[in-house]
């Protein structure tokens, strides 16, 4: 039997959705790949705070229509150049998201909750 046969056409096929939790979700998992970006500080205004940099840091999303607005909390390696790993976040989210969703990421904002030292010693002040 040819594959064809049994096959309805594209547009008869129905609808895939999303739901604005698995976008978030993705977004979380490609956010914890980028260099030097991790978690996000957690607890209440960072008191209580986790501050475990190798888990994925947070993301919330709302759809509207085919248009994902995603907003993440992360965590950024101090000293590390801020500008390029915040480009490189914004890059790589919005790009695997776009390829594995088939959304749109119209907005994408970036909260940093916390630097993350490369050292944890702490300086004595002159």
């Known amino acids: 039997m040819s594959a064809t046969l049994g096959t309805p056409p594209l547009e008869?096929?129905?609808t895939t959705s999303v739901p604005?939790?698995?976008v978030a979700r993705i977004a979380e998992q490609v956010a914890s790949e980028v260099p030097h970006i991790g978690s996000d500080a957690g607890g209440v205004l960072g008191v209580g705070a986790r501050k475990?940099?190798?888990s994925r840091p947070?993301?919330?999303c709302e759809l509207y229509g085919r248009t994902a607005v995603l907003t993440l909390d992360v965590?950024?390696?101090f000293p590390s150049p801020l500008e390029t790993a915040l480009s490189t976040l914004r890059e790589q989210v919005r790009e695997r998201v776009e390829h594995l969703?088939?959304?749109e990421v119209g907005r994408l904002d970036v909260?940093?909750?916390w630097l993350n030292p490369a050292t944890r010693a702490r300086r004595?002040?002159?």
């Open 52 to 54: 475990d940099f190798s």
């Open 58 to 60: 947070s993301a919330r």
């Open 124 to 126: 004595t002040l002159r």
């Open 75 to 77: 965590g950024v390696d």
């Open 101 to 103: 969703t088939g959304l």
């Open 12 to 14: 008869g096929r129905g």
């Open 20 to 22: 604005a939790q698995v």
């Open 111 to 113: 909260t940093i909750s």
